[in-house]
Antibody, heavy 119, light 111 residues
Framework: EVQLVESGGGLVQPGGSLRLSCAASGFTFSSYWMSWVRQTPGKGLEWVANIKQDGSETFYVDSVEGRFTISRDNAKSSVYLQMNSLRADDTAVYYC????????????WGQGTLVTVSS | QSALTQPRSVSGSRGQSVTIFCTGTSSDVGSYKYVSWYRQHPGKAPKLMIYDVSERPSGVPDRFSGSKSGNTASLTISGLQADDEADYYCCSFAGIYTFRVFGGGTKLTVL
């Protein structure tokens, strides 16, 4: 059974940093792209970033480019999202998602971790 | 404002059919086959229902179908059931610079 378990969310002040982690199991992690998708409370979904199987390619939504960094450790079946210079509008539930082909469907989602940026 | 446009809400009676439309542009929906649909129940993570415009993942009933015409994709749910009441989101690849865009979501109410 595919499982994605996020951790690392919490309350952080504007301008601060946070690192999200996602532990994957139940599939060959190194064979898949991985994505982070966020959802503002009560609002819609926004794709944030993704990373190729070997980590050689990464893509970001414009609003986080230069502030967020996605990375992975295939030996630990884990993907990470380093978030710097956080702003209030980064407040959201962040989902770790298996990304089937890098540009196509997102077939398995974690339960999400809440990031709140507030003073 | 979301990149893809969906109606805020739709409704249908149990047993009937409903279609949710997702309008994009020639830079996303109109140019790629990578349109997917997700269902989200309150407090839960989204679940993939349709991928590549019209393909159903294993385990998704054939009551769910997808299609695309020009810049507009659609999700049709037939034989509505109570459990279909949820939020539905469309998503499309939009090229290597924008990459991936979602619709704003549609709340489906089953009467």
């Amino acid at each position: 059974e595919v499982q994605l378990v996020e951790s690392g969310g919490g309350l952080v002040q504007p301008g601060g940093s946070l690192r999200l982690s996602c532990a994957a199991s139940g599939f060959t992690f190194s064979s898949y792209w991985m994505s982070w998708v966020r959802q503002t409370p009560g609002k819609g979904l926004e794709w944030v970033a993704n990373i190729k199987q070997d980590g050689s390619e990464t893509f970001y939504v414009d609003s986080v480019e230069g502030r967020f960094t996605i990375s992975r450790d295939n030996a630990k079946s884990s993907v990470y999202l380093q978030m710097n210079s956080l702003r209030a509008d980064d407040t959201a539930v962040y989902y770790c998602v298996r990304d089937t082909r890098g540009m196509a469907d997102l077939d398995y989602w974690g339960q999400g971790t809440l990031v709140t940026v507030s003073s | 404002q979301s990149a893809l446009t969906q109606p805020r809400s739709v409704s249908g009676s149990r047993g009937q059919s409903v279609t949710i439309f997702c309008t994009g542009t020639s830079s996303d929906v109109g140019s790629y086959k990578y349109v997917s649909w997700y269902r989200q129940h309150p407090g839960k993570a989204p679940k993939l229902m349709i991928y590549d415009v019209s393909e159903r993942p294993s385990g998704v009933p054939d009551r769910f179908s997808g299609s695309k015409s020009g810049n507009t994709a659609s999700l049709t749910i037939s034989g509505l059931q109570a459990d279909d009441e949820a939020d539905y989101y469309c998503c499309s690849f939009a090229g290597i610079y924008t990459f991936r865009v979602f619709g704003g979501g549609t709340k489906l109410t089953v009467l």
